[in-house]
């Protein structure tokens, strides 16, 4: 077996784990909130995931790797919208709607990376995304309302806002590595996460003494205490550690195809569950899925026609 067949089993690996851990996290997040309010939770995820990831980069590429280099503050700017900004308004906004629905709003993200290129660079994109794009926008309709424009006002609105809103804190985040240009992954990762913390600790003890959020009780903990464990390790330390290395292996353009799969899985979970989706919200989400679907293999077309 070549090297590249050998990188490419193990990339496929990967990014299926990734899916399975990242399709059930939305699900698991919805029940831990019942024990657990969005600050606190937040706080345990990331402060956890941290550590793990501070003990990695130092075996990886020694002490030295946690120095900024003069980039302190670029760093928590981008910490504390990737972790603090959209891990509260993530879970508040999954507080409001439904995990399969979340789920859909954060697929639209690589929508926001070729809309925030166009803005950056003025360079419109081909007419083959910009038509997906289109797609995509008008599948989420059918997702959001399932033919119930009332949906668009409410409770809903509000969740599916802050679910929005999170998943342009982690497109701007994503987009911030770019900034980092000699940082391995892992070191960007670590620290913008460990100094992003210093943020999700500033928004606990504010929300918690304006009386939005309170401590969660030991016995609720305890209730909870498998949802906690997935959403800790597995969610915030080993889905972004597959991550890392499916990219690797695979490149960012298969990844990305892989990961448009994750709310399928969540989708799945959700019927599996009891809950039965209308079949205009089912074929919103087939639609989206398609549309981002082909975009992502028409722009790994692209890349290969230039590099050929």
């Known amino acids: 077996m070549t090297p590249e067949h050998r990188n490419h089993r193990r990339g496929t690996l990967y990014m299926l784990l990734v899916i399975a851990i990242w399709g059930g996290f939305l699900p698991v997040g919805k029940s831990a909130l019942q024990a657990v309010d969005p600050y606190w939770l937040t706080a345990m995820r990331f402060s956890t995931a941290a550590l793990v990831f501070i003990g990695l980069l130092w075996v990886r590429e020694g002490r030295a790797a946690l120095r900024t280099e003069g980039q302190f503050w670029k760093i928590v700017l981008f910490g504390t919208l990737g972790f603090a900004g959209f891990g509260v308004c993530l879970f508040e906004g999954l507080k409001l709607t439904r995990p399969e629905i979340s789920g859909m709003i954060l697929a639209?993200?690589?929508?926001?990376?070729?809309?925030?290129?166009?803005?950056?660079?003025?360079?419109?994109?081909?007419?083959?995304?910009?038509?997906?794009?289109?797609?995509?926008?008008?599948?989420?309709?059918?997702?959001?309302?399932?033919?119930d424009v009332t949906r668009l006002t409410g409770g809903d609105a509000l969740g599916n806002g802050l679910v929005f809103l999170a998943s342009l804190f982690w497109t701007a985040y994503t987009l911030g590595g770019q900034q980092f240009p000699g940082w391995s992954p892992v070191r960007y990762t670590t620290l913008?996460?460990?100094?992003?913390?210093?943020?999700?600790?500033?928004?606990?003890?504010?929300?918690?003494?304006?009386?939005?959020?309170?401590?969660?009780?030991?016995?609720?903990?305890?209730?909870?205490?498998?949802?906690?464990?997935?959403?800790?390790?597995?969610?915030?330390v080993f889905g972004i550690l597959f991550w890392n290395m499916g990219v690797a292996k695979l490149g960012p353009l298969n990844a990305g195809l892989f990961a448009n799969f994750t709310p399928v899985i969540t989708y799945l979970i959700a019927i599996y569950q009891g809950r039965r989706p209308a079949a205009i919200e089912l074929m919103g989400a087939a639609i989206v899925l398609v549309a981002l679907i082909a975009n992502n293999r028409h722009q790994y077309a692209k890349v290969h026609r230039i590099e050929g």
């Open 108 to 147: 639209l993200g690589p929508i926001q990376v070729a809309l925030f290129q166009w803005w950056r660079t003025h360079r419109r994109p081909d007419n083959f995304t910009l038509g997906a794009i289109a797609l995509a926008l008008f599948g989420e309709l059918f997702v959001i309302t399932a033919g």
């Open 192 to 236: 913008s996460c460990s100094l992003g913390c210093f943020a999700i600790l500033v928004a606990v003890a504010i929300a918690t003494l304006a009386g939005h959020s309170q401590p969660p009780t030991t016995t609720k903990m305890l209730e909870v205490w498998p949802q906690l464990a997935f959403l800790i390790l597995f969610a915030s």
